[in-house]
């Protein structure tokens, strides 16, 4: 499986921006994909998934400003962000996990695309 983020930029306070991940490979249909992030010395964390069904998880945090869609048929994902925040700044990451019931950790994730820089200023 192969994850190519794109989307990343510099958004003022309360911004948005709107972040791709193209997802390719014979096995993409198996794995659920969703979104990481990480701050300057910050560990990596969970932001959303979603998976080929349209079942939606995100982080607590981030409800209500950040929406995980997909387009099954682009095999594309998603991440729409609203209201963004200073804090928010960080790499965010495309990531594949197979839907094993294990949590949304790093550790889990099975394949990481590269990541693309978003930064909020005030």
């Known amino acids: 499986v192969q994850l190519q983020a794109s989307g990343g930029g510099l958004v003022q306070d309360g911004g948005s921006l709107r972040l791709s991940c193209a997802a390719s490979?014979?096995?993409?249909?198996?794995?659920?994909l969703g979104w990481f992030r990480q701050a300057p010395g910050k560990e990596r964390e969970f932001v959303a998934a979603?998976?080929?069904?349209?079942?939606?998880r995100y982080a607590d945090s981030l409800k209500g400003r950040f929406t995980i869609s997909r387009d099954n048929a682009e095999n594309t994902v998603y991440l729409q962000m609203n209201g963004l925040k200073p804090e928010d700044t960080a790499v965010y990451f495309c990531?594949?996990?197979?839907?094993?019931?294990?949590?949304?950790?790093?550790?889990?994730?099975?394949?990481w695309g590269q990541g693309t820089q978003v930064t909020v200023s005030s």
């Open positions: 990531a594949a996990k197979m839907p094993n019931g294990r949590s949304w950790y790093p550790t889990n994730v099975d394949y």
């Open positions: 490979g014979r096995t993409v249909s198996s794995y659920v």
């Open positions: 979603i998976g080929w069904g349209g079942i939606t």
